[in-house]
């Protein structure tokens, strides 16, 4: 029998050179180097990175590991995230705060053992007014103590390639050996706000309050927002402060402009209105510094893939594939595009990477987009054989 067609052409959608591509690459990520440029931080370490690619458009001494002070708490705030979105944790759920947990100090709520108070109230007091005592009443509901869930915390550091961090609390207390980068900060605060942007609807709260209710009656507590950024930055969303007399003032900054989101963090600024100054003039360098591209890849551009052996001829995939490339501004023309698809053979699993859209710059690649099976397609048989012989006779 006559072999099916077992490879499609690479079609190239602009002129453009560059290596066959294995169809068992994961997509990948440029990290574009910081420009020669300088700018006048007091913060130790630095990083303004695009949350939407990762990209990483200025750093100063990213990988320098200092205490981040309460900018843990990104850490915590993930992990509490990830508990609702599995279903384990609702917002309607009652903690009970323990005595371990009441005896936090530093910035606190002055919860009392035994009060309690729901999640979305937890939430609230962490991100607006960073919370120690909170957070880890948190910590040891979803874990059963602190220490488990800092487990978590660092275990969770290193699946997210966070190679500067160990953490020793869940609240961001100095304790020696407790340190991260700006790096790794932005990296767990991308990990955030992308996979779980209902963390904005409390980073954004500028005021709120809730009410104690302990043996001694009910009170109420007002809460305001620690992020000064919120009111004097245009387009910022979040994230989360931090200051001890070790760390200094830190931050975790986010801020969304014409359809762009980035993530700016500061370490070991020299005051409050430094850390403010810090994080607005890297804002202001992403912004002014990068443009999003966004491209489309039709059906229609890469054309029928054909399955050598398989039960059905040709195997059928996502008919829109959207790509989303941060780039330095005056730089889109410079971007060329590939399609490549390598041989399928039967069986083919749905999910299964056929090929992949490949986008340039020179010979840098930018971003490796897969073209993935929307459908199983099952070895040929002896009688799907047959058919297709016959058809193909008559």
Not at 189 to 197: F, I, Q
């Amino acid at each position: 029998m006559k072999k099916a067609a077992i490879f499609i052409l690479s079609l190239l959608v602009c002129i453009s050179s560059g290596t066959v591509v294995s169809a068992t690459e994961p997509e990948t990520l440029l990290t574009v180097a910081q420009d020669e440029e300088g700018l006048e931080l007091t913060a130790k370490s630095a990083v303004v990175m695009e949350a939407g690619s990762g990209t990483v458009l200025y750093q100063k001494d990213k990988d320098l590991e200092l205490p981040p002070a309460s900018v843990t708490k990104v850490m915590s705030l993930l992990l509490i995230f990830e508990e609702i979105d599995k279903g384990n944790l609702k917002y309607t759920d009652k903690v009970t705060v323990s005595e371990h947990a009441a005896s936090m100090g530093g910035s606190q709520v002055f919860l009392e053992p035994g009060e309690s108070q729901t999640v979305d109230t937890m939430l609230k007091c962490i991100v607006i007014s960073s919370a120690n005592d909170a957070v880890v009443s948190m910590a040891e509901h979803i874990a059963g103590s602190e220490g488990a869930f800092v487990k978590r915390m660092n275990e969770k550091a290193k699946q997210l390639g966070m190679k500067h961090t160990v953490f020793k609390n869940s609240c961001g207390l100095d304790i020696k050996g407790h340190e991260t980068s700006a790096f790794d900060i932005a990296l767990m605060s991308r990990e955030l706000t992308t996979k779980h942007p209902d963390i904005f609807k409390y980073t954004k709260i500028w005021m709120d309050k809730f009410t104690h209710e302990t043996k001694k009656g009910t009170k109420e507590f007002g809460l305001s927002n620690t992020n000064k950024l919120l009111k004097q930055y245009n387009g910022c969303t979040g994230l989360k402060t931090g200051s001890t007399s070790t760390a200094k003032f830190c931050l975790s900054a986010t801020a969304t402009r014409n359809g762009v989101s980035l993530i700016a963090v500061v370490m070991a600024s020299d005051d409050s209105k430094a850390r403010v100054k810090d994080a607005s003039a890297l804002l202001d360098y992403g912004f002014s510094h990068c443009q999003v591209m966004e491209d489309h890849t039709k059906g229609k551009d890469i054309g029928k893939i054909t399955v050598a052996k398989g039960k059905k001829e040709t195997v059928s995939y996502d008919q829109d594939i959207p790509a989303k490339i941060v780039l330095v501004k005056g730089s889109k023309n410079d971007v060329k595009k590939q399609i490549r698809i390598g041989q399928v053979k039967a069986p083919v699993k749905k999910g299964q990477v056929l090929g992949y859209i490949i986008y340039k710059r020179g010979d840098e690649v930018l971003l490796k987009k897969p073209v993935k099976a929307a459908e199983s397609v099952e070895k040929m048989n002896y009688l799907t054989s047959l058919t297709r012989l016959a058809r193909q006779y008559f």
